[in-house]
């Protein structure tokens, strides 16, 4: 028998133990459902429509009582230059001070919002970090996707998980919502990424955002206010420091490294910028003996997530020696060679 039509909207919002998975209140429905919903992922567009349904801001209005505001009130008026009546209570004053007093009660109000609202977004806020040449595939609550390379973070509300702050270099296949057309962003200190539902790579290092476009389509906001659409094969950069995109088309002799498997493709890439990779990977320096070993070009696979092997594999590819030393990397001829 197909049960696949009793997962509807309904099924969800009658369901306890999923609201308490969509309110993170309950470990263990926390845990079922985040299994249910990897192992489902026909059902994520329900899933995710009911969770927002659950999760919907309520404004329910909240009042101090007058002792409470006479307490904070004769705690701040003071500072502003007042003082307040000691024959008679705060709350018989005349009609000018009942302005002051309300403007007054009108800050604590606020500034205990926003105390309690900046404890709320701590609490709530998911964070995915690597370490030095480490490698990790993430699925995100609403079923995207993400291979986060070594050395690199992101992080988002609890709430809006398609919503992303990243820091360092990550590759994203975001799931569609078709019947709500749900945006993803991902956000970096020199743009925003706009999307549907569509394949690409961010990679924020080098005092820039470098974004590769591998299917679909998506729209780049920069910091500088400029917007620009991206195609399939496209290279965007921009850095907010120097305000300046450049657009490339990806082919195999683009300075691009494949490294979501494990291993760097190159293609006639100089030794530098290969280099360059496990400097941000790892946290490394690297140094150089002499300014022509920079130029030698590497071609072929490179495994990126054991710092040994990839030393021996790339100074057998470039006849070069590699010593380290701390977090200093020497490269130097090879006698050998």
């Not at 002792?67 to 701040?76: A, G, H, P, T, Y």
């Not at 470098?210 to 679909?216: I, T």
């Amino acid at each position: 028998m197909d049960n696949t039509n009793k997962f509807d909207l309904q099924y969800f919002l009658s369901d306890m133990s999923f609201k308490n998975w969509a309110k993170g209140l309950n470990k263990n429905d926390i845990a079922y459902w985040n299994s249910w919903v990897q192992h489902n992922p026909k059902h994520i567009e329900t899933v995710e429509n009911a969770k927002a349904i659950v999760v919907g801001i309520n404004f329910k209005p909240q009042f101090l009582s007058n002792e409470k505001v006479d307490q904070e009130l004769s705690k701040i008026l003071p500072k502003i230059g007042l003082k307040t009546s000691t024959k008679q209570p705060l709350t018989k004053t005349r009609p000018l001070n009942k302005t002051i007093y309300f403007s007054a009660a009108a800050i604590v109000l606020i500034l205990l919002s926003w105390t309690s609202l900046s404890l709320l977004n701590n609490h709530n806020t998911i964070t995915h970090k690597t370490n030095f040449g480490e490698i990790i595939d993430l699925k995100l609550p609403d079923g995207t996707s993400v291979v986060l390379n070594g050395n690199s973070e992101i992080f988002y509300e609890k709430d809006n998980p398609r919503l992303i702050n990243l820091k360092g270099e990550a590759y994203f296949k975001v799931k569609s919502i078709p019947s709500t057309n749900a945006k993803f962003w991902v956000t970096t200190n020199d743009l925003k990424v706009e999307v549907l539902g569509t394949q690409f790579h961010v990679n924020t290092r080098e005092q820039k955002t470098n974004v590769v476009l591998d299917e679909g389509s998506i729209h780049l906001e920069f910091k500088n206010g400029d917007v620009t659409k991206m195609i399939p094969g496209e290279m965007v950069s921009f850095s907010n420091k120097s305000n300046e995109v450049v657009h490339k088309k990806v082919t195999v002799e683009t300075p691009y490294a494949l490294w979501r498997g494990g291993t760097y493709a190159f293609n006639e890439i100089p030794l530098k910028d290969v280099m360059l990779n496990l400097e941000l990977t790892y946290g490394l320096e690297v140094r150089y003996s002499s300014d022509h070993l920079k130029d030698i070009p590497i071609s072929g696979g490179i495994p990126n997530q054991n710092l040994k092997i990839c030393i021996a594999a790339i100074e057998k590819a470039t006849g070069t020696r590699i010593i380290n030393k701390g977090n200093i990397l020497q490269v130097q001829e090879n006698p050998i060679y």
